[in-house]
Structures are given as structure tokens and as C-alpha cells.
Nanobody, 119 residues
């Protein structure tokens, strides 16, 4: 009932920038949280950044000061501005949207978009 479409990934040189976007559609009446996670080969999936409907944000330690998350709740869209990219940022990035359904919540995940930082 909820679909997420990600875009913006690709190949970039160290120090460069990318902007990821994720648009949610379907049976969405209220969004609790929107965020981004990433997973590199052999590693666990980790939090990159997330923003709540109250506009509070959380960032992973490795991206603080370099990445900025923003959410447009009216458009059901979340963005991730990535600056000063490093080789260690290389991973598959997954969009996550937590929607309110019934009296609880439901997690929706995007298909993942590859971000490769290399010279």
C-alpha cells in the first residue's frame, strides 16, 4: 500500500556532493518518521539520518556535519544532501518511511540506490 521511489544515487569523486530523494505514495495519511539508512558489503545496515514530523533530526556519527536531511511532509518526500563525500560513504542507501496506520506504525523501505565515492 506504500511505495517508495528513490533517486539521486551514482558515482562521485571524493569531496563531491549528491542529493538523494525519496517520494512515498499510496495509503499515506500520516508520516511519523522519514529517514535514510545505508549498507556496505559485509556490514550491517546503519542509520544515516532521519527526521520526524516534529522536525527533529538524528544523524549517524560518521555523517554529522556533512549530510543534511530534510522532509517535505506535504509532498511525502524526504531528501538527503550529501556533501564532502568520502570513500567510506560508498554503500547502498535505503529510504525508510514510518507511517501511522491504525493505532500503530508501519515501516516502508525503498529498493535502495547505490552511492559510490571513488576517484
Amino acid at each position: 500500500q506504500v511505495q517508495l521511489v528513490e533517486s539521486g544515487g551514482g558515482l562521485v569523486q571524493p569531496g563531491g556532493s549528491l542529493r538523494l530523494s525519496c517520494a512515498a505514495s499510496g495509503s499515506i495519511f500520516s508520516i511519523k518518521t522519514m529517514g535514510w539508512y545505508r549498507q556496505a558489503p559485509g556490514n550491517e545496515r546503519e542509520l544515516v539520518a532521519r527526521v520526524t514530523s516534529g522536525s527533529s533530526t538524528n544523524y549517524g556519527d560518521s555523517v554529522k556535519g556533512r549530510f543534511t536531511i530534510s522532509g517535505d511532509y506535504a509532498k511525502n518526500t524526504v531528501y538527503l544532501q550529501m556533501n564532502s563525500l568520502k570513500a567510506e560513504d560508498t554503500a547502498v542507501y535505503y529510504c525508510n518511511v514510518v507511517v501511522r496506520v491504525g493505532l500503530g506504525t508501519f515501516d516502508s523501505w525503498g529498493q535502495g540506490t547505490q552511492v559510490t565515492v571513488s576517484s
